[in-house]
Structures are given as structure tokens and as C-alpha cells.
Nanobody
């Protein structure tokens, strides 16, 4: 089992920044990839950023150049640095990890509004 706990969400003005954290625990050795997804009201959940155990990253076109996914293995934490936030970034952000099976966190709300 892998447990994922997100934090760092909140209310931010357009153009602002937030950093989300995802703390992993449990059987984390052997995790092959971790990602951030988001789900806005009335929309399907979508992939935002993805990083493999080898360090390769992939981003949704809508966030390229604004969001950065990174890991701190010592802290067993994955981050999503979000800059130049837009109202359309408003969503619940979920952490996801793959270790044979897929695991999800409970999500953290990000609201971009003036």
C-alpha cells in the first residue's frame, strides 16, 4: 500500500503562485511514476504533470512553462510549483503514484480568483 497526502492548496489571485506538496508513505520503494492530476467542477480529471523514477517529466500543454513537478526523495515528497496562475487552473488537485497499482491522494483545492 502507498499513502499519499496532498497539501498547499488555497485561494490565490490570478498571476500568483502556489506550491503543492504530496507526502508519500508506506511501500514507496518501487514507485515507478508520480503525477499530479486535477479536476474542475463539471469536467473530467486530467493529467497536469508527470515524473518517472528516472526523472523524466511530462506536462499538459495548458501548464507548460508555468508549472514544475519535482521530487525530494529524502523527504519522500513530490511538489508542484504553480506560477502565473489563471482562473482556469481552479480545480481539485490530486497526487497519483504507480507501484504495480495506482494510488491516489484525497486532493487539495486550488482556487484562482480575484
Amino acid at each position: 500500500q502507498v499513502q499519499l497526502v496532498e497539501s498547499g492548496g488555497g485561494l490565490v489571485q490570478p498571476g500568483g503562485s502556489l506550491r503543492l506538496s504530496c507526502a508519500a508513505s508506506g511501500f514507496i520503494s518501487g514507485i515507478t511514476a508520480i503525477a499530479w492530476h486535477r479536476q474542475a467542477p463539471g469536467k473530467q480529471r486530467e493529467l497536469v504533470a508527470h515524473i518517472t523514477s528516472g526523472g523524466s517529466t511530462n506536462y499538459a500543454d495548458s501548464v507548460k512553462g508555468r508549472f514544475t513537478i519535482s521530487t525530494d526523495n529524502a523527504k519522500k515528497t513530490v511538489y508542484l510549483q504553480m506560477n502565473s496562475l489563471k482562473p482556469e487552473d481552479t480545480a481539485v488537485y490530486f497526487c497519483w503514484a504507480e507501484r504495480v497499482y495506482a494510488y491516489w491522494g484525497q486532493g487539495t483545492q486550488v482556487t484562482v480568483s480575484s
